[in-house]
């Protein structure tokens, strides 16, 4: 029965490599909910982190998750980066280092395009009252 659902998952793929690709995959996304404010990590780091090859973790991406390390990063960041725009007052460029960005102005863009406004204008709007 197992086998049948991992096949299905990874066809061709016998069942403990599909296991390890599930492993580091986890592992993957805990480094990165780890350590997203770190402006140096990158896919050979956390390839690193967790003992294996920069290629094995693009394959547990994108066969686990269907998605990729720059993906990933990104929306840790900006899920990072939207808590603290809600939470309090810092200034965006605070923010903007805080999750892991040198330049606000490049934060600032790829912000935009994740929550469709400006850091700025979502921390404004106004948001549903917890019931």
């Known amino acids: 029965m197992i086998r049948c659902a991992i ?11 599909a296991e390890r690709r599930r ?22 780091r956390v390839a690193h982190e967790i003992a294996t090859s920069r290629r094995q973790l693009q394959r547990a991406l994108a066969e686990v998750g ?3 390390f720059s993906r990933e990063l990104q929306r840790a960041r900006m899920r990072r980066a ?12 605070a923010v903007a280092g805080a999750v ?27 948001r549903p009252l917890a019931a």
């Open 7 to 17: 096949s299905a998952v990874f066809p061709g793929v016998r069942p403990s490599t």
């Open 82 to 93: 939207s808590q603290l725009l809600l939470a309090g007052s810092l200034p965006v460029q």
């Open 100 to 126: 892991g960005y040198r330049q606000a102005a490049q934060f600032a863009k790829v912000f935009r395009r994740h929550y469709g406004s400006s850091p700025s204008t979502f921390r404004r709007q106004p």
């Open 23 to 44: 492993d580091l995959y986890r592992e993957a996304l805990e480094v990165i909910a780890r350590r997203h404010g770190d402006p140096d990590l990158s896919l050979g």
């Open 66 to 68: 269907g998605t990729t």
